[in-house]
């Protein structure tokens, strides 16, 4: 029954993830707020929904390596497993403002987080400093984007099918996708600890592994499509963003509501893991600007070393 659990959980999650995007991007269509806009404020808040609810739920029901765990093994997949099995199925091009703006941020993110934890705790205001620095970074990226003109960016939705749409409809997309989240992280929650409950495993094992590939899913098959469409819009940056706002948001507004207690594995080991692949992205970036296969493969070849020393 846990293993069901796991996996209605999981399937839950997107799909509300996805019904609270497409509802909240129909209304603020109606309202003729700029794609921009949109893309960086609803879009990235719904696709990591799911992170933010699980980290939530598992703090606030005592299980801190259920929540750390979670970021710490999505912010690893992104760059190792996502970016690295999409680029084996497509070379990826990297902007000049991904290596120049977005890759510094989540790096002085992933440093923060790693001084944070050294006590064992990240407190209530460590988490008000990681949210400042999400409102701060969105305000910069916001600013910076509107000064070349009207850009329009891809909300990945019909947007003329989604401003044509009725109010009422979006609405209870929300809603529905509100309540879908909320017993998705239920389901999913109970699921893993039963599941490491039974077979005497850490819930950080379950977390890094099970439950952070089960929220980055949504990433993992948006990316992988586009790359068998052979889209060539494929975002490094993208991947990116979801990893600081993993770090500010999540882990910001989740320690805001509850202090989270870190596990000596996440300080002697994980969080070294996350800071060794954040940086090893810069140079296979910079060589030529593009991550082409054989990065790609390596960076999967790296995720996969990785989770064999998390369950040895």
Not at 237 to 244: A, E, K, T
Not at 280 to 289: A, N, V
Request: hydrophobic share 55%.
């Amino acid at each position: 029954m846990e293993y069901v659990l796991l996996i209605l959980g999981l399937i839950t999650l997107i799909v509300s993830g996805e019904f609270l995007v497409r509802g909240a991007v129909g209304i603020a269509l109606k309202f003729n707020i700029p794609t921009l806009v949109i893309g960086m404020t609803i879009v990235s808040f719904g696709t990591s929904a799911p992170e933010l609810l699980v980290s939530l739920k598992a703090a606030l029901e005592g299980h801190p390596e259920l929540s750390i765990g979670n970021i710490v093994g999505s912010n690893v997949a992104n760059i190792a497993l996502v970016l690295g099995i999409t680029a084996m199925i497509l070379p990826i091009t990297v902007k000049k403002s991904t290596v120049k703006v977005d890759w510094p941020i989540m790096m002085g993110a992933t440093t923060l987080f790693f001084l944070f934890i050294l006590n064992a705790n990240i407190e209530w205001y460590e988490g008000l400093i990681f949210v400042i620095g999400l409102i701060a970074f969105n305000y910069y990226m916001f600013k910076s984007a509107t000064k070349n003109e009207t850009e329009e960016v891809d909300l990945d939705v019909d947007v003329e099918k989604a401003k044509n749409s009725k109010v009422i409809r979006n609405i209870l997309l929300i809603l529905v996708g509100s309540v879908g989240l909320a017993f998705g992280a239920n389901w999913l929650l109970d699921g893993a600890i039963t599941i490491a409950t039974n077979f005497g495993v850490s819930e950080h094992i379950i977390a890094v592994t099970i439950v952070a590939f089960g929220t980055s899913v949504p990433e993992l098959i948006t990316s992988v499509m586009a790359a068998l469409k052979k889209e060539t819009d494929i975002s490094v940056g993208n991947l990116i963003g979801s990893n600081i706002f993993n770090i500010l948001g999540v882990l910001g507004i989740t320690a805001l509501v509850k202090e989270i207690p870190v596990s000596a594995q996440v300080i002697t080991n994980d969080i070294y893991w996350v800071l060794g692949i954040s940086l090893l992205l810069l140079p296979l970036m910079l060589i030529g600007y593009k991550v082409n296969r054989y990065r790609g493969l390596f960076l999967f070849l790296a995720y996969c070393i990785y989770i064999y020393f998390v369950v040895s």
